[in-house]
């Protein structure tokens, strides 16, 4: 037991230097972070500008800068939890449907009578048909435009529920289609918020999926949620329409395939645009702030080949005509055509400040988000509060530190020394393997961190306590030694497995801070055996063999 | 003779079952009346689980509460609340007030407009606030991270329960277990008693204090089943005097370090995260008591078989009273 191999002792030396090593980066922070920072962003500029070359020179290259994470609790941010509205895909999917099942029943309208949409809920077709005995055609034919859901847990099936009654035919989604449809919709909506986020440039987003239709996202140094808010809340759908009319009667009856939309500008004007529109906002290949001729804010915009293509057919056609775009539902703007745009550049204009039309440039070319999105739950925590919470955190760790040192120390005297070094090291070999995996360091986590402290002390105490009773029973030194670690092992596991059980049930179903705790403790766990075991005991077989006491006072 | 700080001597003979009846009826009395208060007061549950906003508000020069409030009932629908909060750790121009906003609507979060409306009003009486940190949560959420804290607690206690029960007998599970609930009735029954702010990192100190409490109460356990190895004939209630006064001095010096450790974060680490650390700190003590006399009462109660030689298997040199120790042979 106390004959360690050189390899063993030279694995857990190492080991420790290793620890060491890495969670040094985070003594120097700022410099650190600056450093990386700058690495980065030479990364994504492909040049560096003399300051970012002084950042980067702070701290050397071939040292290792990873850094722990802090939590938005400590370094202040925005925490958003927001809800994707998946039902609202299939609206747009029955209204695209609309058009092709209508052709598919008109092509047989002797037989199955006269077709017509009537009301329904608003992700199911309902359709009227002129000869309720011919239904089951009817059905046949609708069937006709199903195709196999593209998912593997659906495959197989149809992506249309068909269903009939009285004289009308129900057209809906099938159940396998829906949840193919929501996992598209989330992991869009989830590539689109990345990009608007990234687009802005702040440092380690958190953007995650979380259970069937929540989008978690979290921005350190984020002024505020509502900012956040403004940037991802947007659905930023873009569409150029005809328009057909213009009046001030929100409930008017826009005829059939028109839809009534308000202005954004002049309240209480509404434009009736024809519902599908010419070109939309997938077909943009670029967007940017500009400045129109009068030198208002406004944002340029360009098409793809295949859009400017139609945007310059319908242009030419129309000459003279209004035109409108939207915006999330509302009519930006509604120039006349004056003539045929080819380029399939354009602008839009409008009143709007320069932030905004930064922020509609950005919406824009990240695209437009799926369906829409709720904020369920919002946080934001300020810088300073954040840096006054490391502040105390780091205070109140010091002086815990201290005291439970000296604690030991009066109780074990060397052996207390020996516990204390490992208590330190264990601290620090938390903060390095928190670095090397970029695990996030919230307020609870530094508690945790101090618990651990507490607890990491005990693997020892439960040592030395068995070592002092061998001694009382008699034994010599190395046995007393030697017994006292062996009897304690099976009590030492069995402490740290319950502990570790209660963290892993935090990590698993807790969130945001509670997970950060549950990973700091589930960390200090096995690292604290490691040096309450492994480290305590190469430094007493060290002394040990140079001392030989033949007694031994505990 | 080095000088040794010991606040348990070497050896020790006190009959932890003398008292056993008041010992135990104060841990049933307590845990009843936790269940009262929390019954009859309710908890002051957080935004966490009921919904709404809370807003921190800071200003370096003093206001009153009631002047905050008069500026702020006129543009805030839902119910109102604001205190102070007081912390050793604020200078004398750190002054902080904690705003909370029931539910107005079905969203429950408070729109960037009437967040600008607050503040401006606030400004009218106060020049120099500011707002440190917003917090929104809405209906939706807060009834299920309700639902996801109990099932989090079940889940960890059931979870040791296991453990322990493969890995010692069921008497010993249902006794640590027995502690547990102890703990955390104790927990939620001294939160409801100060109407101390009860939210997530509540639960993430009530788990911990599953895992630290169960801790002490395994440690007594592997020792006891030791010892009912070693003395197969003595009364269990004697081989659990012992086993709890040979581990006594550990559990002294375990539950004190420990204490040292989180005091320090109670007193310095900020209003924050104040309350979490005292229900860790609480959950400390109360851990202690339950396994000294809680958890031991429960096996002796249930009794435990006194047959421990079943899984020896007795290898030449091998002393037989480690044959129940699996992790005997851990380097």
Avoid: C
């Avoid at chain 1, 001729?293 to 310059?312: D, K, L, S």
């Avoid at chain 1, 309450?532 to 063999?545: D, E, G, K, N, S």
């Avoid at chain 2, 807060?142 to 979870?159: C, I, K, P, Q, R």
């Amino acid at each position: 037991m106390l004959q360690i191999p050189v390899w063993k002792r030279v694995l857990i030396l190492g080991l420790v230097a290793i620890g060491l090593l890495f969670a040094m980066p985070n003594l120097f922070y700022e410099r650190v972070e600056r450093h990386n920072d700058a690495v980065a962003e030479v990364e994504r500029a492909g040049f560096e500008t003399p300051e970012q070359a002084a950042a980067r020179a702070g701290w050397p290259d071939w040292l290792p800068s990873n850094l722990v994470n802090l939590g938005l609790d400590l370094r202040g941010g925005a925490h958003l939890l927001g809800e994707v509205h998946v039902a609202d895909v299939y609206r747009s999917r029955m209204n695209a449907l609309w058009p092709d099942l209508r052709e598919a029943l008109a092509r047989e309208r002797d037989v199955i009578g006269a077709v017509r949409r009537a009301p329904g809920p608003p992700d199911q077709l309902h359709v009227e048909i002129g000869e309720p005995s011919q239904m089951a055609r009817a059905v046949e034919i609708a069937r006709g435009l199903a195709t196999p859901v593209a998912s593997l847990s659906g495959a197989g099936s149809s992506d249309l529920a068909i269903t009939a009654s009285g004289s009308t035919l129900i057209v809906g989604l099938s159940e396998a289609e829906r949840a193919a449809t929501d996992d598209r919709t989330i992991q869009q909506s989830l590539e689109i918020v990345r990009r608007r986020v990234d687009e802005v440039g702040t440092r380690e987003p958190t953007i995650q999926r979380q259970g069937a239709d929540r989008i978690l996202i979290q921005v350190p140094g984020i002024g505020s949620a509502e900012e956040l808010k403004a940037l991802i809340g947007t659905t930023a759908r873009l569409t150029f329409h005809p328009v057909v009319g213009q009046g001030t009667d929100a409930n008017a009856r826009p005829g059939p395939g028109n839809i009534i939309v308000p202005s954004l500008e002049q309240p209480g004007v509404f434009y009736t645009l024809t519902e599908a529109p010419v070109v939309s906002g997938e077909e943009l290949t670029d967007a940017r702030p500009s400045f129109d001729q009068n030198g208002q804010p406004a944002v340029e915009f360009r098409f793809n080949p295949t859009g400017a293509r139609r945007f310059g057919a319908y242009t030419a056609a129309n000459v003279g005509q209004l035109f409108a775009i939207v915006l999330d539902n509302q009519v930006i703007s509604a120039p006349v055509i004056r003539d045929a745009i080819p380029g399939g550049q354009g602008q839009i204009s409008g009143a709007m400040t320069v932030d905004e039309s930064n922020r509609l440039a950005v919406l824009l070319r990240a695209g437009a988000l799926p369906a829409q999105m709720t904020f369920l739950e919002e946080r934001t925590i300020g810088p300073e509060l954040g840096q006054d919470s490391i502040n105390a955190g780091a205070l109140a760790t010091v002086v815990a530190t201290v005291l439970v040192v000296g604690y030991i120390v009066a109780s074990y005297g060397l052996f207390g020394v020996f516990a204390s070094i490992a208590v330190i090291v264990n601290v620090i070999l938390i903060l390095s393997v928190m670095s090397m995996n970029g695990a996030t360091l919230t307020l609870p986590g530094i508690a945790g961190i101090v618990l651990t402290v507490g607890t990491a002390v005990d693997a020892n105490v439960i040592i030395y306590e068995r070592i002092r009773e061998e001694l009382r029973a008699g034994k010599r030194v190395v046995a007393a030694i030697d017994d006292g670690f062996n009897e304690a092992m099976s009590a030492i596991i069995d402490a740290n497995v319950t502990t570790f059980i209660a963290a892993l049930v935090m990590f698993f179903l807790g969130s945001g801070p509670v997970k950060g705790f549950a990973v700091t403790l589930v960390i200090g766990i096995v690292t604290s055996v490691f040096t309450a075991i492994y480290l305590t005991r190469l430094m007493i077989v060290f002394w040990l063999q140079r001392r030989r006491p033949a007694t031994l006072e505990l | 003779m080095a000088f040794r700080l010991k606040l348990v001597p070497d050896v020790t003979r006190i009959n932890f079952f003398r008292w056993q009846a008041l010992t135990t009826g104060i841990s049933i009395a307590a845990m009843i009346a936790s269940v009262i208060l929390v019954l009859t007061m309710g908890l002051n549950l957080g935004i966490d689980f009921r919904g709404g906003t809370t807003i921190r508000a800071e200003s370096s020069t003093n206001f009153e509460v009631g002047d905050y409030r008069a500026a702020l009932e006129p543009v805030v629908d839902g119910d109102l609340s604001i205190t102070e909060v007081f912390d050793p750790t604020f200078g004398p121009d750190r002054h902080v007030a904690q705003i909370r906003i029931g539910l107005a609507n079905e969203a429950g979060s408070v729109t960037p407009a009437q967040l600008n409306e607050y503040e401006a009003a606030l400004k009218q009486v106060d020049p120099n606030v500011s707002f440190a940190a917003v917090e929104s949560v809405g209906p939706k959420v807060s009834n299920e991270l309700v639902m996801t804290a109990v099932y989090a607690v079940a889940a960890a206690t059931l979870g040791i329960l296991l453990y322990i029960w493969l890995r010692f007998e069921w008497q010993f599970a249902l006794g640590g277990v027995a502690a547990l609930i102890h703990d955390v009735l104790l927990t939620l029954g001294i939160f409801s008693l100060f109407q101390l702010k009860f939210d997530l990192t509540t639960i993430a100190a009530l788990l911990t204090i599953l895992g630290y409490s169960i801790n002490d109460t395994v440690v007594v356990f592997d020792r006891l089943r030791e010892n009912l190895i070693k003395f197969k004939t003595r009364p269990l209630i004697d081989v659990m005097n012992l086993t709890v006064n040979e581990t006594l001095s550990r559990t002294v010096m375990t539950a004190v370090t420990t204490i040292l450790a989180l005091l320090p974060m109670l007193v310095l680490g900020g209003d924050v995260i104040r309350n979490f650390v005292f229900a860790m700190l609480w959950g400390v003590i109360v851990g202690a008591y339950s396994t000294v006399y809680l958890a031991k009462s429960v096996v002796l109660w249930l009794g435990v078989k006194r047959d421990w030689s079943k899984p020896v298997k007795t290898a030449p040199g091998e002393r037989d009273d480690l044959a129940g120790t699996p992790f005997k042979d851990m380097p």
